[in-house]
């Protein structure tokens, strides 16, 4: 379907009906992370679902991080979220924003809701606040606190901020209903002490609002007309309103939730991305098998890809798991059509055609794509000695194996046909050399004598040749659900995730070849510069992903 006959989703319709009642007349969403963690897959959807929308209908995007927490927050979680907004080809409104900005506002709304006498600080202890707090079946009742009066309250919160009252032994709370249905009507917290600096307000502060309290306000101040988020947080919507309904906020937001993104074989969870990283399973956030967004790009994928997928994904709110191969085949479908060939042998075994002069070298001219012209040529040195793959060659073989055997030709890609002669080998029997000879006059062309090749396989000059070491990556976790019922998720990591091979031969042209390329290695798949572990002297490469879905036909067994 084309972008513009694709259906509504349930928010586009919203926001079409507020434009067209007049409600709203531009629309303005925000993205707003917490910085304790790197982005997942997960928040690509949240960015692509609320950039996407300011965009299709001409509005405006904030990045605004949710930066309540300081003692779990980090600037490198910042720099990192930053980073990954753009890279997925987004612009946020503005200077990025901080909840932290708005601190002071904050601040003086929570004496204002001190003086209507909606608030209270409260000196119960964790233990007690939640004996108070009631279950889902039992209503709560009334902290003892509950009914300071206005200046006591104002004089304990001034002590709360100043430094003077100790981490824990008090809290500001809001004055609702202790008996509501829902939990989070039962006297939120609004502020706690934390002695701890922040990144951005560094030791201006000592109390600390909380998400709850700030979330939504940070909205109204920005003006947000539409502010989108997950499921979970459908049970915080009347307190939000609440806030909102009590505060004389500049303009009155509301929420709409649509459910998570959640791959198979994939986790989604900040924290355990964290412990996979804590307990070096891999190697850091952007580790080429990690569902972040860092991680991604490392190891190749494409943002329009990425995007794609988001798109596909939908926004609804049922939940439902998404089959990563959904995510797979958007990635080939963008590398197929866009990557550069090359070829890239990946367990070398050296063939001398031992009927082609020693001293002759020819160049074959090969496509850089077979259908994009856009994309140029390359030139192949050819010589007496190349490799093959080990792969391509044994001695006998049915007439399924279309690759090369002695007494068989096959066409070696963009150059001449051949025909093994003899296999040499070791003492232990092991194959170490191929002897075969050309059919001369066979680039491009058939043989004279009529007997075709079979197949055709990849190869490098040995002479004229990168060397490489090529890592490939399979899904990190073998069961679709991993930590699904009782299970740790730790269990059921893939234990070959990661094959590292090295002494493989690429074509020369990779050495010279822009680090930002991604080649489809001819028959082997897509590969992308691993920028972290390539040196002057080291080219590595990634597998973004293989030629065919290989789990599939797993999966199908
Ligand atoms: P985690 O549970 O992994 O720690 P989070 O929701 O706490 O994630 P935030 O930094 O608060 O992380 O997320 C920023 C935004 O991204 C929020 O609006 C959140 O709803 C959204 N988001 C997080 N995970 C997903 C997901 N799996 N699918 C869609 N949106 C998500
Ligand atoms: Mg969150």
Same mark, same amino acid.
């Given at each position: 379907?084309?972008?513009?006959?694709?259906?509504?989703?349930?928010?586009? =319709?919203?926001?079409?009906?507020?434009?067209?009642?007049?409600?709203?007349?531009?629309?303005?969403?925000?993205?707003?992370? *917490?910085?304790?963690?790197?982005?997942?897959?997960?928040?690509?959807?949240?960015?692509?679902?609320?950039?996407?929308?300011?965009?299709?209908?001409?509005?405006?995007?904030?990045? #605004?991080?949710?930066?309540?927490?300081? &003692?779990?927050?980090?600037?490198?979680?910042?720099?990192?979220?930053?980073?990954? &907004?753009?890279?997925?080809?987004?612009?946020?409104?503005?200077?990025?924003?901080? !909840?932290?900005?708005?601190?002071?506002?904050?601040?003086?709304?929570? +004496?204002?809701? $001190?003086? /209507?006498?909606?608030?209270?600080?409260?000196?119960?202890?964790?233990? /007690? !606040? #939640?004996?108070?707090?009631?279950?889902?079946?039992?209503?709560?009742?009334?902290?003892?606190?509950?009914?300071?009066?206005?200046?006591?309250?104002?004089?304990?919160?001034?002590?709360?901020?100043?430094?003077?009252?100790?981490? @824990?032994?008090?809290?500001?709370?809001?004055?609702?209903?202790?008996?509501?249905?829902?939990?989070?009507?039962?006297?939120?917290?609004?502020?706690?002490?934390?002695?701890?600096?922040?990144?951005?307000?560094?030791?201006?502060?000592?109390?600390?609002?909380?998400?709850?309290?700030?979330?939504?306000?940070?909205?109204? $101040? /920005?003006?947000?007309?539409?502010?989108?988020?997950?499921?979970?947080?459908?049970?915080?919507?009347?307190?939000?309103?609440?806030?909102?309904?009590?505060?004389?906020?500049?303009?009155?937001?509301?929420?709409?939730?649509?459910?998570?993104?959640?791959?198979?074989? !994939?986790?989604?969870?900040?924290?355990?991305? =964290?412990?996979?990283?804590?307990?070096? %399973? &891999?190697?850091?956030?952007?580790?080429?098998?990690?569902?972040?967004?860092?991680?991604?790009?490392?190891? @190749?994928?494409?943002?329009?890809?990425?995007?794609?997928?988001?798109?596909?994904?939908?926004?609804?709110?049922?939940?439902?798991? %998404?089959?990563?191969?959904?995510?797979?085949?958007? +990635?080939? *479908?963008?590398?197929? =059509?866009?990557?550069?060939?090359?070829?890239?042998?990946?367990?070398?075994?050296?063939?001398?055609?031992?009927?082609?002069?020693?001293?002759?070298?020819?160049?074959?001219?090969?496509? @850089?794509?077979?259908?994009?012209?856009?994309?140029?040529?390359?030139?192949?040195?050819?010589?007496?000695?190349?490799?093959?793959?080990?792969?391509?060659?044994? *001695?006998?073989?049915?007439?399924?194996?279309?690759?090369?055997?002695?007494? =068989? #030709?096959?066409?070696?890609?963009?150059?001449?046909?051949?025909?093994?002669?003899?296999?040499?080998?070791?003492?232990?029997?092991?194959?170490?050399?191929?002897?075969?000879?050309?059919?001369?006059?066979?680039?491009?062309?058939?043989?004279?004598?009529?007997?075709?090749?079979?197949?055709?396989?990849?190869?490098?000059?040995?002479?004229?040749?990168?060397?490489?070491?090529?890592?490939?990556?399979?899904?990190?976790?073998? /069961?679709?659900?991993?930590?699904?019922?009782?299970?740790?998720?730790?269990?059921?990591?893939?234990?070959?995730?990661?094959?590292?091979?090295?002494?493989?031969?690429?074509?020369?042209?990779?050495?010279?070849?822009?680090?930002?390329?991604?080649?489809?290695?001819?028959?082997?798949?897509?590969?992308?510069?691993?920028?972290?572990?390539?040196?002057?002297?080291?080219?590595?490469?990634?597998?973004?992903?293989?030629?065919?879905?290989?789990?599939?036909?797993?999966?199908?067994?």
């Amino acid at each position: 379907m084309s972008e513009t006959s694709k259906p509504l989703n349930f928010i586009e =319709k919203i926001i079409e009906a507020d434009l067209n009642t007049g409600k709203i007349t531009s629309v303005q969403t925000r993205f707003p992370p *917490e910085p304790n963690g790197y982005l997942h897959i997960g928040h690509a959807k949240s960015i692509v679902l609320n950039f996407g929308l300011a965009k299709k209908y001409k509005g405006k995007c904030n990045l #605004r991080f949710d930066d309540t927490n300081p &003692v779990k927050e980090d600037m490198e979680f910042v720099d990192s979220i930053k980073a990954d &907004v753009q890279w997925l080809g987004f612009e946020w409104e503005g200077d990025v924003k901080y !909840t932290s900005d708005y601190f002071d506002q904050l601040y003086d709304w929570a +004496i204002y809701l $001190i003086k /209507e006498g909606k608030a209270y600080v409260c000196d119960l202890d964790q233990d /007690e !606040t #939640r004996k108070y707090r009631g279950t889902l079946t039992e209503a709560g009742k009334p902290s003892p606190y509950r009914s300071l009066s206005v200046e006591e309250n104002l004089e304990l919160f001034e002590k709360m901020r100043s430094g003077e009252l100790e981490e @824990g032994s008090c809290s500001l709370r809001a004055i609702i209903d202790m008996a509501h249905p829902n939990m989070q009507m039962r006297d939120p917290v609004l502020y706690r002490i934390k002695k701890a600096s922040h990144h951005q307000t560094e030791d201006k502060w000592c109390i600390y609002p909380s998400y709850d309290y700030a979330h939504g306000q940070g909205d109204a $101040i /920005e003006g947000v007309t539409h502010s989108i988020c997950t499921l979970e947080f459908e049970e915080h919507r009347p307190l939000y309103n609440w806030f909102i309904e009590n505060l004389p906020t500049p303009s009155k937001p509301h929420q709409y939730e649509f459910s998570r993104l959640n791959v198979n074989y !994939t986790i989604t969870s900040k924290r355990k991305l =964290k412990q996979l990283v804590d307990e070096n %399973v &891999v190697d850091g956030w952007d580790d080429p098998r990690m569902p972040t967004i860092s991680g991604m790009r490392r190891r @190749g994928f494409t943002p329009k890809s990425l995007r794609k997928f988001c798109e596909l994904a939908g926004v609804t709110r049922t939940d439902g798991i %998404v089959d990563v191969s959904t995510l797979e085949f958007t +990635i080939r *479908e963008d590398l197929n =059509k866009n990557a550069p060939r090359a070829m890239c042998v990946l367990n070398p075994l050296k063939v001398v055609l031992t009927n082609y002069p020693e001293d002759k070298t020819e160049t074959m001219i090969a496509p @850089g794509h077979p259908n994009r012209d856009d994309l140029g040529e390359r030139s192949l040195a050819f010589d007496r000695e190349i490799f093959i793959d080990q792969d391509d060659f044994r *001695e006998s073989a049915n007439k399924k194996y279309k690759r090369l055997v002695i007494g =068989k #030709r096959v066409r070696l890609r963009n150059a001449y046909i051949i025909e093994a002669d003899e296999a040499i080998k070791d003492d232990k029997g092991n194959i170490v050399e191929v002897h075969a000879h050309i059919i001369e006059d066979t680039v491009g062309k058939n043989p004279a004598d009529g007997i075709k090749a079979k197949g055709v396989i990849h190869w490098v000059s040995a002479k004229e040749n990168v060397d490489c070491e090529v890592r490939i990556y399979d899904r990190l976790f073998t /069961e679709a659900e991993p930590g699904a019922g009782d299970s740790d998720f730790m269990d059921s990591i893939n234990p070959d995730s990661l094959k590292i091979l090295t002494g493989c031969k690429g074509e020369a042209g990779l050495i010279t070849a822009n680090p930002e390329t991604r080649f489809q290695f001819e028959r082997e798949g897509y590969f992308f510069q691993d920028k972290k572990h390539s040196s002057t002297d080291k080219l590595v490469f990634n597998r973004t992903i293989g030629l065919r879905d290989t789990w599939a036909k797993i999966e199908a067994k």
